[in-house]
């Protein structure tokens, strides 16, 4: 399948730590990239690859994979982390084709 | 810094054709593949076509395919996105974003958009 499922909607109290999971096959063959978007907003880059978190986005924000799932994490969520969260993966051509649905996180 | 800005949007009727254009700033342009990616205002996003650094390699969703047409020139910094054939449900806010190598997966910035809405 070339599908990626993410949860619709998350829910985080300040503070606390929240994982948004996204489940594909080609998960197991290569890693997921995260985005963020904020309403208006076009989409950021927050994480990508084994463990690449780009320049400016907050150590907080953390990425991991196992099987057919990979995860991002936000250790501390803050009160500015209330986005919509989309997963994405390459495919064999090498252009990332797959985007999940995207997860609603909301900050409590 | 970075700078992408789309250009090029508009109402069209289905059937028509219209033609997007990226103009980049702040980077090495042709150092870099490059990317579509749209999104109907309020849904998820689709990636929608890729190009690498040096043209030699593109990609398009299927959804697209046969319909539009990427390319770029590394001259004048731009990308372009020809789209023919136009559909209802093409109607989207259209991104330009830079990949962060030449020929890589991943959308590293992206611009502010420009909204494409096809109808009669």
């Known amino acids: 399948s070339s599908d990626l499922t993410q949860d619709p909607a998350v829910s985080v109290a300040l503070g606390q730590t929240v994982r948004i999971t996204c489940q594909g096959d080609s998960l197991r063959s290569y890693y997921a990239t995260w985005y963020q978007q904020k309403p208006g907003q076009a989409p950021v880059l927050v994480f990508s690859?084994?463990?690449n978190r780009p320049s400016g986005i907050p150590d907080r924000f953390s990425g991991s994979s196992s099987g057919s799932t990979a995860s991002l994490t936000i250790t501390g969520a803050q009160a500015e982390d209330e986005a919509d969260y989309y997963c994405n993966s390459r495919d064999s051509s090498g252009y990332p084709r797959v985007f999940g649905g995207g997860t609603k996180l909301t900050v409590l | 810094e970075v700078q992408l800005v789309e250009s090029g949007g508009g109402l069209v009727q289905p059937g028509r054709s219209l033609r997007l254009s990226c103009a980049a700033s702040g980077f090495t342009f042709d150092d870099y593949a490059m990317h579509w990616v749209r999104q109907v205002p309020g849904k998820g996003l689709e990636w929608v076509s890729g190009?690498?650094?040096?043209?030699?390699?593109?990609g398009y969703a299927d959804s697209v395919k046969g319909r539009f047409t990427i390319s770029r020139d590394n001259a004048k910094k731009s990308l372009y996105l020809q789209m023919n054939s136009l559909r209802v449900e093409d109607t989207a806010l259209y991104y330009c974003?830079?990949?962060?190598?030449?020929?890589?997966?991943?959308?590293?910035?992206w611009g502010q958009g420009t909204l494409v809405t096809v109808s009669s």
């Open positions: 690859g084994k463990n």
């Open positions: 974003a830079k990949d962060m190598g030449p020929s890589g997966s991943i959308c590293e910035y």
């Open positions: 190009i690498s650094w040096n043209s030699d390699n593109t």
